[in-house]
């Protein structure tokens, strides 16, 4: 198996469940009357910390210095917040669209967008060998 597919699968198991447990979470705060761009910043902080350590270890076996590739994590997942609460104002608040939809939706778009992130910036292997432990 190649490595990139080897890394998808692995970062598609850690994803999925993480996504589906940030959606319940989503969903739950936003039933009790949570703003939804509100609930979706605590869900996203939730994911960086939940998802950081296991996609560095076990979906990418990065081996360089965490705090370089935490930063640069950081700064993806920053990008992606923007990218969400972008959406959520144009999807949601000037074009009426559910904030169930769209926040299902751009789950998927953003799981590219991080992966891309992740093994191309954030864990590059060449990153490993530059700033190793």
Known sequence: MSSTLGQLIRYGIVGVLSNILAYLIYL?????????????????LLGIIQTFFLNKTWSFH?????????IRYIVIYLLGYLINI???????D??????????????????????VGQKYWAFRPSLAHQTGD
């Open 28 to 44: 739950g705060i936003t039933a009790s009357g949570i703003e939804p761009k509100l609930a979706m910043s605590f869900v996203y």
């Open 62 to 70: 990065f081996d360089g210095s965490t705090a370089p590739a935490l």
């Open 86 to 92: 972008f959406a959520l104002f144009l999807l949601v």
């Open 94 to 115: 000037k074009l009426g669209f559910p904030h169930q939809w769209v926040m299902g939706g751009l789950i998927l778009f953003m799981a590219i967008f991080f992966f």
